[in-house]
């Protein structure tokens, strides 16, 4: 009995927490989910999906493109229980590095502005599933977060 009510409420609140995060994304200048890579906002990173592909651009405060010279870009992805850490190229003035296996993940990003600079970490779920509202992958959703979202009721004892 107690081990049902525990996986109801980690059921509930899963939901909860997956109808709070769809929507109200910050997009970059080409469409793609922007993440912060600094303390101070100066540094943000606009990651698209190309051809199975991740691409990570740096754009700075005002979102134009930052040359790539001594950046560094780490990615781990997946399961808690099974991370990936996919190899990262720079090609041009970005960070590229093949999508992982699965419709639905966590990125975590941990990006150094130069050898001696801190590791700022980013995160960011992946979900490629269609958001109803938009039509756009969800991870990508342009839908403003839902106003009137109530809190689950509590379950009867």
């Not at 995060?21 to 910050?26: K, N």
């Not at 912060?36 to 979102?63: C, M, N, P, Q």
């Not at 790539?68 to 780490?74: G, I, K």
């Amino acid at each position: 009995m107690k081990k049902s009510f525990l996986t109801l409420v980690a059921v509930l609140c899963l939901g909860v927490l997956r109808t709070l995060g769809h929507g109200g994304v910050e997009l970059g200048p080409n469409g793609g989910r922007l993440v912060e890579f600094s303390k101070d906002h100066t540094l943000h990173g606009e990651v698209v999906l190309k051809e199975g592909k991740f691409h990570v651009t740096v754009l700075d405060k005002a979102l134009k493109p930052v040359a790539l010279t001594d950046q560094t870009l780490a990615v781990t992805g997946g399961s808690r229980n099974k991370p990936e850490k996919p190899a990262v190229e720079k090609i041009g003035d970005q960070f590229v590095f093949p999508a992982l296996k699965g419709d639905s993940y966590l990125l975590a990003f941990q990006f150094k502005a130069g050898p001696s600079a801190k590791a700022v970490t980013a995160r960011i779920e992946f979900d490629a599933s269609t958001c109803s509202g938009c039509q756009q992958a969800e991870w990508l959703c342009k839908c403003p977060p839902a106003k009137d979202a109530k809190k689950p009721a509590a379950p009867a004892k």
